[in-house]
């Protein structure tokens, strides 16, 4: 079997946000001789209740601390209406939609649902908004909704985070590297580490 990585990821994790930048610089140096398997953890996927204010404050301090060590933006917007219920599903299950049509068509809606929501101020939990940034990605609108709504993806999308739990992943970002001769994966990072650590890290596995 052929070397890649496989990405955990969620697009409303902040920490994913945080290493957006990284998994651009690792596309960028490998390409296609890299191939980047994304898989969706789940990070709240199913969640009801509407988040309170000391909620909100504190995840905002959560993203300033994110902010710290990637440098990447965050506004409060997405999460500032009343009622506003931090359900990933949405986002995850139309990032797995986008990742039909190919992995890199894949991270690229994973990595424009994380501007959208972190950056932009926009709810992605919204089917609307989820349709208007497939379509800024040249996705047909109407389909992808449908899609959205239907059983299929639902049961794909939780699919990935059965495969995330059963791989131990209890965090996000988690980026692996393998197979190795025996089957066996290495783990690259667990948590958010930055890119010249990241690659670093790659190149000498790459090298063996």
Not at 13 to 26: D, K, L, N, Q
Not at 56 to 79: I, N
Not at 95 to 122: K, M, N, P, S, W
Not at 159 to 187: C, H, K, M, W
Request: net charge negative.
């Amino acid at each position: 079997m052929a070397r890649q990585l496989i990405y955990f990821a969620d697009p409303m994790c902040s920490w994913c946000w945080g290493f957006a930048p990284v998994i651009e610089a690792t596309r960028e140096r490998w390409g296609d001789a890299l191939p980047i398997r994304l898989v969706l953890g789940g990070l709240r996927p199913g969640t009801v209740a509407p988040m309170t204010a000391a909620g909100k404050a504190e995840l905002a301090g959560h993203w300033a601390h994110v902010t710290d060590a990637s440098g990447q933006p965050f506004v409060a917007g997405g999460m500032a209406a009343e009622g506003f219920i931090y359900d990933t599903d949405p986002a995850a299950r139309a990032t797995v939609i986008a990742r039909r049509r190919g992995a890199d068509v894949g991270l690229a809606f994973l990595h424009a649902a994380q501007r959208a929501f972190y950056a932009e101020g926009r709810d992605v939990t919204r089917p609307e908004t989820l349709g208007e940034i497939a379509e800024a990605l040249g996705l047909e609108r109407e389909r992808f909704l449908g899609d959205l709504a239907s059983e299929d993806a639902k049961t794909e999308t939780w699919r990935d985070y059965a495969t995330s739990q059963n791989a131990g992943v209890t965090g996000f970002p988690t980026l692996i590297a393998g197979p190795e001769t025996d089957g066996t994966y290495l783990a690259v990072t667990r948590g958010f580490k930055s890119a010249p650590v990241v690659l670093a890290h790659i190149e000498k596995w790459m090298a063996g």
